[in-house]
């Protein structure tokens, strides 16, 4: 069965720092990795996936990741915070149904001025 | 182009009450979706659709039920509300194959208190 970790329920960054948010999976057949992002008070929004391909995928608003099967992780980074960065980020893979994605319990960003 | 809509916003219900929460797109989806969202716990599935008259079950449907009459709308229903349903409620939808690699939409939230 398909699994995620997200490490950390809380991340705090000074603006402009280097954003880190680690993410784990756990898939028996090549996964398909998401990032969703939730602003506060909206619905989930994509920011990236990795289906197959290249295993550093760039997505909205500067961020990327990095899909590394050795280590069943797929982290997401942003060289640099802005304040408007500051919202809840949801790791997801497949699952075993048709479409559906098992989720992470996220990962709420904080950005200080 | 609204996309995915939910109504109501904000809904108080008392234990034992029913409703409906409403989910429409218009982005001729064939795949649609209903997730629970709790804090701290993230996303979970309730039901989905994967086309108009068929839906199916996810990993939470107990005390839930769908139906998908039209491409367009999926509405959840609860029967008898409980405390335990108090949760916000996403609804998707995306365009698929079945391949899973789809994006999916979502809609602002329902947010539900059952006292």
């Known amino acids: 069965a398909q699994s995620v970790t997200q490490l950390g329920s809380h991340v705090s960054v000074s603006e402009g720092a280097l954003v880190l948010l680690r993410c784990n999976y756990s898939?028996?057949?090549?996964?398909?990795l998401f990032w969703y992002v939730q602003y506060p008070n909206q619905g989930l929004q994509l920011l990236l996936k990795?289906?197959?391909?290249?295993?550093l995928v760039k997505g909205i608003n500067g961020f990327e990741a990095e899909f590394k099967k050795s280590e069943t992780s797929f982290h997401l980074t942003k060289p640099s915070a802005h304040m408007s960065d500051a919202a809840e980020y949801f790791c997801a893979v497949k699952g075993s149904g048709q479409g559906n994605l098992i989720f992470g319990k996220g990962t709420k960003l904080s950005v200080k001025p | 182009n609204a996309g995915v809509t939910q109504t109501p916003k904000f809904r108080i219900l008392k234990i034992g009450q029913s409703m409906t929460l409403q989910c429409t797109q218009d982005m001729n989806h064939n795949y649609m979706y209903w997730y629970r969202q709790d804090p701290g716990m993230g996303l979970k599935l309730i039901y989905y659709?994967?086309?108009?008259?068929?839906?199916d079950k996810g990993e939470v449907p107990n005390g839930y039920n769908v139906s998908r009459s039209t491409t367009e709308d999926f509405p959840l229903r609860l029967e008898l509300a409980a405390p335990s349903q108090t949760s916000v409620y996403f609804c998707a939808s995306s365009y698929s194959k079945g391949e899973g690699w789809e994006t999916q939409y979502f809609g602002p939230g329902t947010r539900l208190l059952v006292l």
């Open positions: 659709s994967v086309g108009a008259g068929i839906t």
């Open positions: 990795y289906t197959t391909g290249a295993t």
């Open positions: 898939s028996s057949v090549p996964p398909y």
